[in-house]
């Protein structure tokens, strides 16, 4: 008897680990695949990508000076969370911590650096020298903190089958700013109707364009968005580091294959099956090979070993590689040589026009001071262009209201007012900046005078 008690148990507990196991964590694989069969300009300009990148890894090596990039997050909220800080309208402090994490992986000043929990591969351990900043300008040229904020009606957006819908106005999101020159990162609620895990985060390998140019991006679950105010506590903050991985062109580093909403993915038979062994082969040759997600912490004596890597260009077997930050493990903490040199190759090809962006940005890790979200739906400045005359109609109570020209000088201010209108016609035609601070925050804009 207590030998059947103990083997009931041992189901139970095996049930409870495999239901714990989320073989959705990242949609990446399934999404791409699913635009390849559907998009040949994509599947023709993957092919293109992976053969420059060879070319250009071949010829050049990683890029010397740390790489800046411009990012606008776009946190999209329910319509009750007017408030920020408030359910998934997170708080500017839990992006900075967010970028935090980011921005110390991608230097490799993560907190695993030097002494990480096992050092198998730390020989491997590349320094992506990258840098992801707040855009501090927008698409229309107005200055911005490099956050949007949207309130939209959806509970949650389900990655099953509305991937891309909060990257789109009409369907409760916000359309992506300029993807050539902005990294969109799109935050929200993520659902999952079709089962099978929960969905952190994804975002499409490099390679769209056109009309599906506009998918280009990371969308990231709130919760797994930073480690701190609507985080969950079982968020390490690094889906971002991740998906950017898939952004500048790196797979996972494991075989994966199943079916998800009718169609078999990945390394898999009609079935679903998982029928190979290393899939990450576009110009990365230093991970070994590896299959059988593991979701586990990595520790000193962590030792899967799921593939014969001698079958795969190594000259000896080696552990799985489950640190890369490309693995589903919960502990990651770095990415490979070769890794980096993808990163590079697609900064430096498909995505120059990022690296080169004129767009301006703070690097210092904070959200800009005095660009605090203002709620927009609350404010309406009009017309823009203007004659001389400007309307401003605010339900939040206006505390100071300035005009400011080209070089930063004062040319009008006006406190305590709830709406108002203001002439300014009599000043020279030009750029002129408004600000306004209510209690929620403060709002810049550029006005356009033209007489
Ligand atoms: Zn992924």
């Not at 399934?30 to 890894?57: F, M, Q, T």
């Not at 900075?96 to 992986?105: C, P």
């Not at 985060?201 to 480690?227: E, H, R, W």
Request: charged share 20%.
């Amino acid at each position: 008897m207590k030998k059947i008690a103990i083997f009931t148990l041992s189901i139970i507990i095996s049930l409870q680990v495999t239901a714990q196991e989320n073989y959705k964590k990242c949609l990446t694989t399934p999404l791409v695949e699913k635009e390849l069969i559907g998009n040949s300009d994509y599947a023709k300009s993957r092919a293109n990508i992976i053969s420059e990148n060879k070319i250009w890894i071949k010829n050049n090596s990683k890029e010397k000076n740390i790489i800046n990039i411009p990012v606008v997050v776009h946190i999209i909220h329910r319509n009750t969370y007017t408030q920020i800080g408030q359910g998934n309208n997170i708080s500017n402090a839990q992006i900075e911590d967010a970028l935090k994490i980011l921005n110390e992986d991608y230097s490799k000043t993560n907190p695993e650096h030097p002494t990480p929990p096992r050092n198998t591969f730390i020989n491997y351990w590349g320094n992506p020298d990258m840098k992801f900043c707040l855009a501090t300008t927008d698409p229309d040229g107005n200055p911005t903190n490099g956050i949007t904020r949207t309130s939209t009606t959806k509970l949650s957006f389900d990655a099953d089958t509305e991937s891309n819908e909060m990257k789109r106005v009409w369907s409760g999101g916000i359309d992506a700013w300029d993807p050539s020159k902005y990294l969109n990162i799109w935050v929200c609620n993520l659902s999952n109707s079709g089962g099978g895990g929960m969905t952190l985060g994804y975002a499409y390998l490099p390679g769209l364009s056109g009309s599906n140019l506009y998918k280009d991006g990371l969308v990231i679950d709130y919760q797994y968005f930073g480690t701190i105010g609507g985080a969950s506590s079982s968020s390490d903050g690094r889906t971002a580091t991740h998906e950017i991985g898939h952004y500048l062109g790196l797979n996972h580093t494991f075989a994966e294959g199943g079916i998800w909403n009718g169609f078999p993915y990945g390394c898999a038979d009609s079935q679903g099956n998982l029928i190979c062994c290393d899939n990450d082969n576009d110009n990365v040759d230093d991970t070994p090979a590896a299959k059988d997600i593991y979701f586990g912490n990595v520790i000193s004596s962590t030792n899967n070993n799921t593939c014969d890597d001698t079958f795969y260009g190594f000259s000896t077997d080696l552990l799985d590689m489950d640190e890369n930050f490309m693995s589903y493990a919960s502990t990651a903490w770095m990415f490979t040589d070769d890794q980096i040199n993808v990163m590079n190759a697609t900064l430096n090809g498909y995505r120059s026009s990022l690296k080169n962006s004129t767009v301006s940005m703070n690097c210092d890790g904070s959200v800009g001071t005095g660009l605090n979200n203002y709620q927009l739906e609350n404010l309406n400045i009009y017309p823009n262009p203007t004659l001389g005359k400007l309307n401003i109609v605010s339900a939040d109570k206006i505390n100071t209201l300035s005009i400011t020209n080209i070089i930063g000088k004062e040319i009008l201010f006006a406190k305590d007012i709830s709406a108002n209108t203001i002439d300014f016609s009599s000043y020279e035609s030009g750029v002129y900046f408004i600000n306004i601070s209510t209690d929620k925050g403060t709002h810049i804009e550029k006005i356009i005078l033209t007489k």
